[in-house]
């Protein structure tokens, strides 16, 4: 296909990698990663009774950190571990397997297996292949991205997109009642049941310098929020107070970013957090983050029962998907 996925490139990069994956001193995580201090992360109890209490850490964490983790979230264990190892099968498969699912070039869907998602800053590359597929709601499932092999693929993924209702709707109805709203408020303005459920898994081959690379560059997500569960190597990161630190790795717990959608409804209480993503020397990393999104023709902008004369809109309304291309087609600053 003309594509070089980057586990392909790992196979024979054993000392070094090429030059595009080298990171400018700038973004190098040797030289800018605040080192001996990992990020404690707020994490939250959702099964606590105290809902208010749940609140008020929901609204603390996502007003001064834009990311944290939760524990007790009734996922359960096995569902994620199953989640996981299917993902994992998918990439130990053989190169032409994966190509089955290939993204074409000039398709204007996200969906698919693919290297490259965003034009980045001097042409560099991240060190990662990906493969998106939306998980729900039903209407908006495309089977033809979904692997068939393994052949437990779908059985797991469909389980944990219906356990993952629970978390989200505890997330929002927080997020709703921390502003002010009413708990069903919030999720309403996201498209309420409409909203869509992006899965991406992420494949951070082994790299010989986690140095130099990066697995994903500084962003924010462009989602109302982000569930994230990681496999057991470290490689996120957070930047708070303008300094990038590791983010602790908590087992079974899920890492919630807050994305660009709920800070632009919170009319700016809430925070996206900027993050990004190192690899590993020894071992492969791999994530599986869920994207929860309005749907695309969804118009979003601040909360109106949050702006007034006080507090005038500090973003514009967009539909999600034009906020979507606005973003991805910036020429970077
Ligand atoms: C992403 C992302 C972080 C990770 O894919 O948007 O931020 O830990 N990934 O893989
Ligand atoms: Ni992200």
């Not at 594509?3 to 190098?28: D, L």
């Not at 983790?69 to 053989?94: C, D, M, S, Y």
């Not at 993050?275 to 979003?300: C, G, M, Q, Y």
Request: with cysteine; proline share 8%; charged share 25%.
């Amino acid at each position: 296909m003309g594509v070089e996925r980057v586990q392909e490139i790992a196979n024979f990069s054993k000392e070094t990698i090429p030059e595009e994956f080298i990171r400018t001193t700038y973004e190098q995580p040797a030289l800018t990663t605040v080192q001996g201090t990992v990020l404690e992360v707020p994490v939250i109890d959702l099964s606590d009774p105290d809902e208010e209490k749940v609140v008020r850490a929901i609204v603390d964490a996502s007003s001064n950190w834009g990311m944290f983790q939760v524990v007790n979230h009734g996922i359960p264990h096995e569902t994620v571990r199953k989640l996981k190892e299917v993902g994992k099968a998918f990439f130990e498969l053989p190169p032409h397997e994966k190509e089955a699912y290939a993204k074409s070039p000039g398709s204007q869907s996200i969906e698919g297996y693919g290297t490259k998602l965003q034009r980045e800053v001097e042409g560099k590359k991240a060190w990662v292949d990906h493969l998106f597929h939306k998980i729900w709601p039903p209407s908006e499932i495309n089977y033809q991205f979904w692997p068939k092999n393994p052949p437990s693929y779908r059985k797991n993924n469909e389980e944990y997109a219906k356990h993952m209702h629970g978390v989200v709707n505890k997330l929002f109805r927080c997020l709703s009642l921390g502003l002010g709203l009413e708990g069903n408020e919030m999720k309403e303005a996201m498209g309420g049941d409409n909203m869509v459920y992006l899965l991406k898994i992420n494949y951070y081959p082994q790299c010989p310098r986690p140095d130099l690379a990066l697995g994903v560059p500084a962003h924010t997500d462009m989602s109302a929020i982000t569930i994230l569960v990681p496999n057991d190597v470290q490689g996120l990161q957070a930047c708070k107070d303008d300094h990038w630190y590791d983010v602790e790795y908590i087992p079974n717990a899920l890492i919630v970013h807050i994305g660009d959608q709920v800070e632009i409804v919170s009319n700016g209480k809430y925070k996206s957090v900027l993050h990004r993503a190192k690899v590993n020397k020894e071992k492969t990393r791999i994530s599986w983050p869920v994207f929860v999104e309005p749907p695309s023709d969804l118009e979003v902008g601040p909360h109106p029962k949050l702006v007034n004369e006080a507090n005038p809109p500090q973003f514009e309304s967009k539909k999600y998907s034009q906020y979507c291309f606005c973003k991805l087609n910036k020429t970077p600053k």
